[in-house]
């Protein structure tokens, strides 16, 4: 409201609070409290208290919020937020709290490189009631270097060493601490409690001759100084372009890692092309990254070019015919691809526009109208769907940054906006080359069947939307942690026994629920299930996002198919034939990736041996400190004889009681991660332990696709003989 008197305007505001973070403090204050309302800048005088405790206003007001820094207080004192415009009082509707002041009582490791970025886990109490939690150096100038500390437990976070590199230590008179809010007792913590953190020296990795180099063998050999310089072999990564190379070996002057069996993509390890057709290799050690120049994986010699190329010539003659027919099919299937797709993309529009009607006039004809005109549309004899039941509006959407991108497609966090108001963190998949109708379809083929799960331990999805270039995007729920695979890696140091037993439950429950459901994955492997924020583990990656550069896979002699040979049972490598007992095989594998922590199945072992050494009555022995129950386990899903493995239900539920029971090894009793579990095992009525084995799918990844005479499904060259090689082709300063 305004009102005008002569000359002189006046403008009357009513401030008001509506929220305000954190509502929780240390008693010696010094938290930065966020007001958040409207009208917050107004008059000349404001000032702010937790309840008769002032707290100081720090910068300018602007209209929506302020911050205040509180004072000290008493444990367990509890105000409202007050703010005083000019004499008029606002407060809040929520009390803030005065809780107990954060220590420390222990600080591990107490090693770092000069350039920093080790993670040191901090022991404590009362961690989180600090909003500000930071590791600090001091130099004898008072020139500082911060870094942020993370975790959400009051027992527990973790710090990453400072940088020191550019900080003036010649005097060595360095003080290390930590910043906590108003706690000032803790700046000198280090040198209070009589702690050393050591800085060494930064490690110096040699990069290739000429910045190339030949891959030799199955390895790759990398020399320098000071490679074992604070840091144990899970905190060294190396990359060959996006890929992984797993650590074997590493020293003081070398380090030795397993290469992938094909040549990863070419670029960096971020994805990023380089021009050069190349991988890159990179060694991140801590916050100390080094390029050391790109490997060149070794082409077919020209011999083996020539022989095959006269021998394909000499049968083109009787290959031409058979291929213009197959061209002529090709064609009809993309015309009839290309047709479902724009008749996909022209509902989801229609659908749209239904929605935005219903909105404003609320028609309950009209939405009943809408929902008749939708019949199912089928994709193929697996996959069909109501397009009511999955749509999303693209607008709904906030993409955000990229979490991982493959040869498919990339994988971007997202926010949904919900129509009730409510926001979701998601996950939106892409398909990478829109421009091959059969790309697509099989995209959203294998997508689609998704929707129909519904367990705890299986990932779902949520919905299907079109960009503004009419290009489809999968949404998905949001997965915290990843994939497993780089959880294990990455959590190696710290991973108990007992955390590594759920994983294994959470994986076979998962499983267990899609056989039961008829439905066969074909590559079940720790990379291809999801870890969420509670530790949960969901099978996914039903063919979505597989990077088809990936090394684990071989092309078979089906050229649109990618083997993952380290995971498949024998009879999937010598007759293409998958069900529910090579699945088992499969988690068997994943078993033991889980309890080796990541490590790749058959160490040591080219991926063209793996056959013959399965072949041979051989088997990977058991991780180092794995139970002897896991291990028989693996040994059971590694039977020869199909009929001679353990079922999913089998599994399920002997590591239910496994983590029921009083073992040594189980740290506590299966209440589930952070008070969450899946769901106990129970099969369907009518479902026996064998009665999943038929009918199940023989193409795509998951489906079904009717039954079969023996009990196995196998892929449309099941019957042939093939060769199973056919498908394998120190400073330290104180």
């Known amino acids: 409201m305004q009102h005008s008197s002569g000359t002189v305007n006046f403008n009357f505001r009513n401030p008001k609070i509506t929220d305000f973070q954190p509502s929780l403090g240390p008693e010696a204050g010094g938290t930065i409290v966020s007001v958040n309302g409207a009208a917050l800048n107004t008059g000349r005088n404001i000032e702010a208290f937790i309840g008769d405790n002032p707290c100081h206003i720090t910068g300018q007001p602007v209209e929506s919020m302020l911050e205040c820094t509180t004072t000290a207080g008493q444990v367990g004192y509890q105000g409202v937020v007050k703010l005083s415009f000019d004499g008029a009082m606002r407060t809040s509707s929520d009390m803030y709290t005065y809780a107990e002041n954060p220590t420390v009582t222990k600080v591990s490791p107490l090693k770092s490189i000069v350039s ?20 600090v150096v001091t130099n004898g100038n008072g020139n500082r270097k911060v870094e942020e500390c993370q975790g959400e437990s009051a027992t527990e976070m973790r710090c990453p060493s400072p940088n020191i590199r550019d900080l003036d230590i010649s005097n060595e008179n360095l003080t290390f601490g930590f910043i906590m809010d108003g706690v000032t007792q803790l700046l000198t913590w280090f040198q209070d409690n009589d702690v050393d953190l050591e800085y060494l020296e930064d490690p110096v990795y040699n990069k290739f001759e000429d910045g190339m180099k030949d891959k030799e063998g199955e390895t790759l050999k990398i020399t320098g100084e000071r490679i074992d ?74 011999v083996a070019i020539l022989v095959p190329s006269l021998t394909i010539l000499l049968s083109m003659a009787i290959l031409l015919p058979a291929t213009f027919m197959y061209c002529r099919q090709l ?61 999303i509006d693209f607008s709904q959407l906030e993409l955000g940054e990229t979490l991982g991108r493959g040869a498919f497609g990339r994988v971007l966090k997202a926010v949904l906006h919900d129509t009730s108001g409510e926001d979701q963190i998601v996950a939106v998949k892409t398909v990478q080359d829109t421009s091959d109708t059969k790309n697509v379809v099989k995209f959203l083929e294998e997508s689609l069947i998704m929707k129909t799960f519904d367990h705890i331990n299986v990932l779902g999805l949520l919905g299907l939307t079109f960009d503004a270039d009419k290009k489809p995007l999968m949404v998905i729920p949001f997965m915290a942690n990843g994939d497993l695979k780089t959880y294990l890696v990455k959590k190696k140091q710290t991973l108990a026994t007992s955390l ?8 076979a429950l998962g499983m267990s629920y899609l056989a039961q459901h008829k439905f066969v994955h074909r590559d079940l492997a720790a990379r291809n299930c999801m870890v969420d924020s509670d ?31 380290r995971w498949l049972a024998p009879e999937s490598m010598e007759r293409r034939v998958y069900n529910a007992r090579t699945d088992v095989w499969s988690y068997g594998v994943l078993l033991w990736e889980i309890f080796s922590k990541g490590a790749r199945p058959y160490p040591g072992i080219p991926l063209q041996d793996v056959y013959i050494f ?51 090894y189980v740290a506590a009793p299966s209440a589930g991660v952070f008070g969450k579990r899946p769901i106990k095992h129970r099969k369907e009525p009518g479902v026996t332990d064998d009665s999943f084995l038929v009918p199940m799918q023989q193409e795509t990844a998951f489906g079904a696709d009717g039954p079969c005479s023996d009990g196995e499904t196998s892929g449309s060259h099941a019957t042939a003989a093939h060769d199973p090689l056919d498908y394998v082709n120190k400073i330290v300063i104180r």
């Open 500 to 507: 590594l037993m759920r994983f294994a439950s959470h994986a």
């Open 229 to 302: 310089s604070a840091i144990t072999e899970g905190e060294i990564i190396v990359t060959i372009g996006v890929e992984s190379c797993p650590i074997s070996l590493f020293t003081g002057t070398t380090l030795v890692c397993e290469l992938p069996d094909e040549a990863p993509t070419a670029g960096d390890y971020m994805g990023e092309d380089t021009g050069k057709g190349l991988p890159v290799v990179w060694v991140r050690h801590n916050n100390l990254k080094c390029k050391l120049g790109y490997l060149v994986y070794p082409t077919v010699p020209l």
């Open 614 to 664: 399965l072949k041979s009555g051989q088997r990977m022995d058991a991780p180092k400190n794995c139970p002897s129950e896991i291990y028989g386990i693996m040994v059971r899903c590694w039977q020869d004889n199909p009929k001679s493995r353990c079922t999913f239900v089998q599994v399920a539920n002997e590591l239910e009681e496994l983590l029921e029971g009083d073992n040594d």
């Open 331 to 391: 064609r009809r299937k993309r015309t009839h691809d290309r047709r479902l797709l724009g008749r996909i993309m022209a509902i989801h529009l229609e659908i749209d526009s239904h929605v935005k009607r219903r909105r404003r006039y609320r028609s309950q004809k009209q939405s009943e109208s809408a929902q008749r005109k939708h019949k199912r549309i089928v994709l193929s004899k697996k996959v069909s769907f109501v397009p009511d039941d999955i749509h």
């Open 116 to 135: 920093g970025g080790r993670n040191l886990t901090v022991t404590g109490t009362f961690l989180t009631t600090s909003r500000n939690r930071q590791i």
């Open 535 to 565: 530790l949960l583990v969901k099978i996914a990656d039903f063919g979505l996002s597989r990077d088809m550069h990936e090394s684990d896979y071989y092309t078979s002699g089906d050229v649109q198919a990618k083997l993952p040979i």
